[in-house]
């Protein structure tokens, strides 16, 4: 039993040798994308990679990613450029504490259009939450990104209030 059970992880690490030794060299830094980066949403179209993040009060905000290997990534555009987006004036001027703005973006695609939900904090203690759509058909123009479709929103996370609101 131990012969066998030795004789099949050599065959293990040979199979893995044999494998590591017909792939290419290459080397990457981790983290790939390099600085904050917070609750990406990750979604492929095609040959490409696209994720969104959080981006809390930075306007523009909702940054989108895109990437053909995963490790080589380039900033495409944001999704929000403009205050007005949201149908609020000053929107990123009226939070006011640290932890406002747009959280946990998602990220989809749906016949030829790109959709995100995200939720905009807008006061203290979450004092009002609001959730927003925005979509777009291509991702590397700011411009394109759609005026947002608002909602109630009852969770940070747009993924925890769809859940929420279908119980």
């Not at 600085?35 to 990406?40: E, F, L, R």
């Not at 290997?69 to 149908?87: E, H, I």
């Not at 959730?131 to 777009?136: I, R, S, V």
């Amino acid at each position: 039993m131990r012969a066998a059970l030795l004789g099949g992880i050599s065959l293990l690490s040979a199979v893995a040798l044999a494998s590591v030794n017909t792939l290419p060299n290459s080397t990457y830094l981790n983290p790939v994308m390099s600085g904050w980066h917070s609750d990406p949403s990750c979604v492929r179209v095609d040959k490409t990679y696209f994720c969104a993040v959080s981006s809390f009060l930075t306007v523009p905000g909702l940054p989108v990613y895109a990437s053909r290997d995963l490790v080589n990534w380039k900033l495409v555009s944001y999704a929000w450029t403009r205050p007005d987006q949201l149908g609020l004036p000053n929107a990123a001027r009226d939070v006011d504490y640290q932890h406002g703005g747009f959280f946990a973006p998602n990220l989809r695609y749906l016949d030829g259009q790109f959709h995100m939900t995200c939720t905009y904090l807008g006061a203290e203690t979450y004092k009002w939450m609001m959730g927003t759509t925005l979509t777009t058909r291509d991702p590397f123009d700011s411009d394109a990104w759609s005026d947002a479709v608002t909602w109630n929103a009852s969770a940070i996370d747009p993924d925890a209030c769809t859940t929420h609101n279908l119980q």
